[in-house]
């Protein structure tokens, strides 16, 4: 056998390098079966892809190829404004009216909440749920009230949902919401800087950025982070018209949202919605900057602490017993 | 390499290197400067605008139980049966009323009707030391006794606000004290919370009833 091959390799595998190969057979056995992996690979790919067709009827090439909103100029920021004010009306039937609004150098927002008047009632949930237009079916809102036993200022054992007349004798109530930390850890995750603080000391975030990733919610201690499963359902009669960019206009599906202090209407100078519709008078809310505001009063003279100081997120949102 | 052929080099170099400089600041010096706008700049100062709050209303009358053809409550202005009766200075509960509003609630401490009322004339409040007060000084009747809540509510963090948080752009309404704290049974009531959280279909409430 060697005599003859060799050419071949000589450990006998039967392989012949010498003969002159046969003409490839176009139906042989390994070409179809490529083809038949390769056709399985190529629709199996079209099948992956096939949800951007999906996305395309949502979003449209305006949006998509937006810019950050901290670098939109004046013009462009009106452009964008104006087409999603069409957008909304074609989308919820409703006119609104979307604001941009800066912040005023001289001011920085501080919330307080008085632990002894609150009762529980949780009208400021309902309330934030009316104003900041979110989808009616899943009752979202920012504020959570939390139910606790005396004796431990602990989040994690105050219970969200009681149902029962309040407030109960050996319980008080703390409403929750975001902090709007001087040391924002969820501004920290974002990996596309789709949120950060704004000079007035409220964390805003640009829900046309957001890529939806919730690492911000996995971030946040307080649980204030928000996100859109579906695409909000309103009824257009019970739209906010009162909106404004950073804050409560009508948000598309897979964003992130928060609390923003109802900046389209603190930023005018009018109380957030929360405040209110307190009854009882437990929330008081100002210009910290300012020596005579309320907050800078309660500040001054009650025994103020926050959640979690710990952490050392630097919340301004203060909590106090009379 | 010969030191002709590195310096020819390095002034080919030199010159590439110049003229992209040159043409580098040239496109960056020729493009629009953006215009940066300042942001407004807000200062503590008077407030211009005023802050509302709630007035009792009128003059203080009485239910008397009955209703007018049209459903309209028939009240009773105190000085009706007041002018003409002795007022008995020790009365504490509603439970010793005996011609009119018997039984009415009262639950206000260890106070007697007269320790608010005026019993020269019901139409109008006393304080303490004897002054005169008309209904519509409510608060101040209130905040006698009651000061460390008064000097809360002035100082923004009781009874609750609708408005301006800046008093430079806009009003402020506020509650006078009888708006959520009716004088004979002062207590806040308990409600029942509105907007219950809503739980995913599927799951179940988390049981922290401990």
């Known amino acids: 056998m060697s005599a003859e091959n060799n050419q071949s390799c000589g450990s006998g595998c039967g392989c012949h390098g010498d003969k002159p190969s046969e003409p490839s057979n176009l139906f042989d056995r390994r070409t179809i079966l490529k083809g038949a992996g390769a056709t399985l690979g190529v629709t199996a790919f079209a099948k992956a892809l096939a949800p951007i067709t999906e996305w395309t009827k949502d979003i449209s090439v305006d949006e998509f190829l937006q810019k950050h909103y901290k670098e939109l100029n004046k013009s462009e920021l009106a452009a964008v404004i104006k087409r999603m004010e069409k957008e909304t009306k074609e989308n919820y039937g409703r006119e609104v009216n979307i604001s941009a609004p800066k912040p005023q150098k001289g001011v920085k927002f501080g919330y307080a909440l008085n632990l002894s008047v609150c009762n529980g009632c949780r009208k400021c949930a309902e309330a934030c749920h009316i104003e900041n237009n979110h989808d009616r079916a899943s009752g979202n809102s920012y504020i959570r009230v939390l139910e606790m036993s005396k004796g431990s200022m602990d989040m994690e054992h105050g219970s969200a949902d009681y149902q029962h007349p309040v407030p109960q004798e050996d319980k008080f109530y703390m409403p929750v919401q975001c902090q709007q930390c001087d040391n924002p850890p969820c501004v920290d995750v974002c990996p596309v800087e789709a949120t950060w603080k704004e000079d007035d000391g409220i964390v805003v975030v640009d829900y046309n950025w957001c890529i939806g990733c919730r690492y911000c919610e996995a971030a946040c201690p307080y649980h204030a982070r928000r996100f859109n499963w579906e695409k909000p359902q309103i009824p257009a009669e019970e739209i906010n018209p009162n909106q404004s960019y950073l804050s409560n206009r009508i948000r598309p599906q897979g964003v992130m949202e928060k609390c923003t202090f109802c900046l389209h209407r603190t930023r005018e100078g009018q109380m957030p919605a929360c405040l209110e519709a307190c009854p009882t008078g437990a929330r008081v809310f100002g210009n910290m900057l300012d020596p005579n505001s309320d907050i800078r009063k309660v500040l001054e003279t009650k025994r103020v602490f926050v959640l979690k100081e710990e952490l050392g997120t630097k919340p301004s949102f203060f909590y106090f017993f009379d | ?210």
């Open chain 2, 1 to 210: 390499m010969n030191k002709d052929l590195i310096r020819k080099l390095l002034v080919i170099v030199g010159v590439i290197l110049i003229a992209a400089g040159c043409a580098g600041s040239f496109v960056y010096f020729s493009q629009p400067k953006e215009v940066v706008e300042e942001l407004e700049v807000w200062t503590p100062g008077e407030a211009k605008h005023p802050v509302y709050i709630n007035d009792p209303k009128g003059i203080a009358v009485v239910d008397s139980g009955k209703r007018a053809q049209d459903g309209s409550i028939i009240a009773v202005r105190c000085n009706t049966c007041h002018t003409n009766k002795e007022a008995n200075h020790n009365t504490k509960s509603g439970d010793e009323l005996v011609d009119f509003h018997q039984k009415m609630p009262f639950k206000h401490g260890s106070l007697s009707c007269v320790s608010c009322h005026n019993p020269e004339n019901y139409e109008t409040l006393h304080l303490a030391d004897k002054t005169k007060l008309d209904f519509k000084d409510t608060m101040q009747l209130c905040a006698q006794c009651h000061g460390k809540k008064f000097r809360d509510y002035n100082n923004g963090s009781h009874g609750g606000m609708t408005g301006y948080w800046d008093l430079q752009r806009g009003s402020r309404q506020r509650n006078t004290c009888t708006d959520c704290h009716s004088p004979h049974v002062p207590a806040y009531p308990t409600v029942m919370p509105v907007f219950p959280p809503k739980v995913r279909q599927g799951s179940k409430l988390p049981d922290r009833s401990h």
